[in-house]
């Protein structure tokens, strides 16, 4: 299966690292043979219709920060020219979200669905701004257009859904969406330290961003909460229907007061048919969605099954690989591999 | 919610365990029983009265029918006032904005009563926060009193936190 990878960070970098990781088992588990036939960043592209060395790839990468050292790279070749260009099965679209546009990521979606290309990404930008059009065009081209790891990182709260609640009507989806308010929540919550001192304390480690307000003031989490509605109780909801409140204001005190009657506080997102809503919410200590640390946890309310809950990492590179990864086991197997 | 049901028994050995059964095995919490062997009713039954705790209507309902269909004699079915409680954080500047106010206003629904209110007061000039309980006599009335506190706070700029999945 011949994959071209579009965006070449931390996530484009290990996922690459998982695909040599688990060749074997690929080929051994599901006779799945991925080569990686083109990598295109801001720089440029590396093209080889053979499969690139992703070893070499990577060191280049590495030390470069960027693709265009590697032998016979195209310096300021754009992601878009290799959509279109060159032959490959799945493109993977991998760039940085942008909430406002979903570009470039949109652009890039849509042209290799065009091309016939079947899509994999795990870029929340168009799937907030333009998930509907996407889905239709894909369907009507005839490609799968998957995207489980924009969600929940590792846990892949769409798949879990799609695929194995199939008999149930899904009620509400609640969840924790965001590693890095639960981090600060958390770490409030244990040490009784003020809102800021955490925050800082986790820049410092690198989970939270030094821009954090899309984190702090819930977006990110609306976000996904925009795309668990549209893809999964098939709404057509907006961003901006999400009614959005952060945590900037949750003290230590209140913390401690909500322990006192038993509760813990959490930045929730809920999606149901006339309720979207991200917010602190109390919730009972033992809850399955009291989860501490950077997890995720989201609780489907079903009429069958009643209630289902799934916890994971919900960011970093090889967690999220896996998502990827599964989404293209899912389109191999879907073409009879 | 609070339920209390009165039934009659007969004068057997055994039936008191018979009828506390269900009411655990579907979700009662048992708060108290008032087993009155010595006043017998007309029908020369003992009357037997149990108050318990359970969380959803329809397990009431459950324990209710699984009692009827065993034979138990059902006298009364009831329901205590500030049956429904609930518990509401608040962030903000609440006694400059007026906590007297804000209480009454939510004492002034019917079947509606404040509870209990803990208040952590934040640093000179910064927001504190305050835990609110609210007894409501049933659903309707719990429901009514967080919609006026939703209110309340956009007015006074009070951050409310609900509970997980409340009245939506």
Known sequence: MRIVLIGFGN??????????????FLSTNYGLEPHVVAVVDEYGAAVDADGLDLKKLLKTAERKGAVTGYPGAEKGRQALDVIEKEEADVVFELTPTNIKTGEPGLTHIKAAILTGRHV?????????????????????????????????????????????LTANEIHAIRGVLNGTTNYILTRMSKEGAPFDVVLREAQELGIAEKDPTLDIEGIDTACKITILANTILGMNAKLKDVKTTGIKRVRPEAIRLAHEAGFTIKLIGVAKRGLLEVG????????????????????????????????????????????????LIDIHRSLGG | MRARLE???????????????????????IQSVLHQRERKTPRGRVPVTVIFEVDERAKLNRIVATLRKMGVLITRIGEREGAVKTTVLLVGHIIHTDVRDT??????????MVSDLSLAMGAHGEESAARVTIAAADDACAKA?????????????LLMIKLLGEKE
């Open chain 1, 120 to 164: 994999v990404t795990s870029n929340k930008g168009p799937l907030v701004i333009a998930f509907r059009e996407l889905d239709r065009l894909a369907a009507k081209k005839g490609v799968e257009f998957r995207y489980s790891a924009a969600v929940g990182g590792a846990t892949r709260v769409i798949s879990l859904a799609k695929k194995l």
């Open chain 2, 103 to 112: 209480i009454d206003r939510l004492n002034a629904l019917r079947g509606v």
């Open chain 2, 7 to 29: 039934m009659e028994l007969e004068d057997v050995p055994g039936q008191l365990v018979k009828v506390l059964d269900p009411i655990s095995r579907f979700g009662g919490n």
């Open chain 2, 145 to 157: 009193a967080l919609s006026r506190l939703v209110r309340i706070s956009a007015e006074k700029k």
């Open chain 1, 280 to 327: 602190p919410s109390l919730v009972p200590l033992g809850h399955p969605l009291a989860v501490g640390g950077t997890l995720n946890a989201v609780t489907f309310e079903t009429d069958l099954a009643r209630e289902i809950t799934i916890t994971g990492f919900g960011a970093g590179p090889q967690e999220t690989s896996s998502a990827l990864l599964g989404d």
């Open chain 1, 11 to 24: 996530l484009g970098r290990g996922f690459s690292r998982v695909l040599l990781h688990k060749a074997r």
